[in-house]
C-alpha cells in the first residue's frame, strides 16, 4: 500500500522560532501534496495544496508568509511555521495525492506532526 | 462550496452491536465521497470511497458505506463492532481539483 511518513512526529519550539515539518511518499510519486492542520477535538481543516515544481496554492485565510510549503521533489514536500507563536500549537497532517494506483483520487495520509510552541 | 456534517459527535456501542455513523454532505455536482477513521496517534486511513457506480459500498475492515443521493448523506454502517473499531471517524467529500473538505468527525467508543 502507499506509505507517506511525517517528520518529526512531535515539536517543541519556542516562540519566535521556525519549525520545518517533512512529509514524504515512502513507495510511490506524488505530483500533489496536501497540508491540513486538525485543532484537538476538530475536523482537519486544509491549509494549502502543494504541487511538485510549482507555488503551493493556500487556502483562504491562511498566511502563505508564515506557513511556507516546499515541494523540491516528487516524494518530499515541507511545511515551515516561521515566527512561530503559541497560536500555532497544532496538529499538522500532510496527505499525498498517489497515480500509480489507477485511482488519481485517494489522498494517502501521514501519521501527523504534534507542534507545540511555548 | 463543499460541505459535510457529521450529526453524532459521540457515539458508544456494545462489542459485537451493529454501528451506523450519520455523514451528509452539500456538493453541487456529483460528489467523491470518502470515509477515513483516525486510531490515537495514527495518520488517517481510507475506509472506503465513493465515486460512480454501485450506491453500497464496501471497504475494509467489514465497513460498508450507501450513498444516497436524494438525502445527500453516505452513512457508514458495520454489523458487528469489534473492540479495535474505537477511533475517530470522519467523512470527507472531495471536489474535482482533489481538495476534501472533512466533517467534525465522529468518536467511536466500544464498550465491553
Known amino acids: 500500500g502507499a506509505v507517506v511518513s511525517q517528520h518529526p512526529s512531535r515539536v517543541i519550539c519556542k516562540s519566535g522560532t521556525s519549525v520545518k515539518i517533512e512529509c514524504r511518499s515512502l513507495?510511490?510519486?506524488?505530483?500533489?501534496m496536501f497540508w491540513y492542520r486538525q485543532f484537538p477535538k476538530k475536523s482537519l481543516m486544509l491549509m494549502a495544496t502543494s504541487n511538485e515544481g510549482s507555488k503551493a496554492t493556500y487556502e483562504q485565510g491562511v498566511e502563505k508568509d508564515k506557513f511556507l510549503i516546499n515541494h523540491a521533489s516528487l516524494t518530499l514536500s515541507t511545511l515551515t511555521v516561521t515566527s512561530a507563536h503559541p497560536e500555532d500549537s497544532s496538529f499538522y497532517i500532510c496527505s499525498a495525492r498517489a497515480l500509480r494506483f489507477g485511482s488519481t483520487d485517494t489522498q494517502y495520509f501521514g501519521p501527523g506532526t504534534r507542534l507545540t510552541v511555548l | 462550496a463543499q460541505s459535510v456534517t457529521q450529526p453524532d459527535i459521540h457515539i458508544t456501542v456494545s462489542e459485537g452491536a451493529s454501528l451506523e455513523l450519520r455523514c451528509n454532505y452539500s456538493y453541487g455536482a456529483t460528489p467523491y465521497l470518502f470515509w477515513y477513521v483516525q486510531s490515537p496517534g495514527q495518520g488517517l486511513q481510507l475506509l472506503l470511497k465513493y465515486f460512480s457506480g454501485d450506491t453500497l459500498v464496501q471497504g475494509i475492515k467489514g465497513f460498508e458505506a450507501e450513498f444516497k443521493r436524494s438525502q445527500s448523506s453516505f452513512n457508514l454502517r458495520k454489523p458487528s463492532v469489534h473492540w479495535s473499531d474505537a477511533a475517530e471517524y470522519f467523512c470527507a467529500v472531495g471536489a474535482g481539483d482533489y481538495k476534501l473538505s472533512f466533517g467534525a468527525g465522529t468518536t467511536v467508543t466500544v464498550r465491553a
Open positions: 513507495d510511490f510519486q506524488a505530483t500533489t
